[in-house]
């Protein structure tokens, strides 16, 4: 799993070429938000021997007639229509484009329907919920990603006069909390990134143990 803390919400998903006008999960009052970067297989699929329990938002069509399409997008097939006030059952979204429960692909377009704050944001063990509080307290960490093999990337506030030495410890400091607080077993490798970008490469790196 890759999920990434920004300061602020104007957040873009890159990979996708999709604004998500703003994260749709808000965990601090200091406007910390968690976007879903990304899932690698591993996590996407359910652990040998667990059933995967589906995810289901409930929502409702704001539009006076709305298409039910086969697929997200305007040139599959219009399968069904609904009246505004229907209700509807949410479980996934690719682009623009919002899937909705049920035994045969039905597709509606997100500017038609209202759905939850929360809609398809991530879920988070209580450990690493714990963490991720931990670092929006900290208040010295621009963006956090989890990458998954105990690695992490950090991008620091700047800050006048902070010392080589100080990014260690910030970092080394990181890397232990996770470690601790998300219970991962390995050594975790935190990876310092300049504030502009990974062009010129990565500052420091600090591990834990």
Not at 93 to 100: C, E, P, T
Not at 102 to 116: I, K, T
Request: charged residues 25%; aromatic residues 8%.
């Amino acid at each position: 799993m890759v999920w990434t803390i920004f300061d602020g919400c104007d957040v873009s998903n890159n990979g996708g070429g999709e604004h998500l006008g703003g994260i749709r999960k808000v965990r601090q009052r200091v406007l910390r938000c968690v976007l879903l970067v990304g899932l690698g297989l591993a996590a996407a699929l359910p652990a040998a021997g667990q059933e995967e329990v589906k995810r289901v938002w409930e929502g409702s069509v704001v539009a006076r007639s709305l298409n039910v399409r086969a697929g997200p997008g305007n040139g599959f097939e219009i399968v069904d229509k609904l009246k505004r006030g229907a209700e509807i059952q949410a479980i996934d979204q690719s682009g623009r484009w919002i899937r909705l429960d049920g035994d045969e692909p039905a597709w509606v377009h997100e500017s038609y329907v209202r759905l939850p704050d929360d809609f398809m944001a991530p879920e988070f063990t209580p450990e690493e919920d714990a963490f991720l509080d931990w670092v929006g307290e900290r208040g010295d960490l621009a963006e956090l990603s989890v990458e998954g093999d105990g690695r992490l990337s950090v991008v620091l506030i700047p800050e006048d006069g902070r010392r080589r030495a100080d990014i260690l410890t910030i970092a080394k400091s990181v890397g232990c909390a996770y470690r601790e607080q998300a219970g991962f077993e390995g050594t975790v490798t935190v990876t310092v990134w300049p504030e502009d970008g990974p062009a010129a490469g990565w500052i420091l790196q600090a591990t834990c143990p």
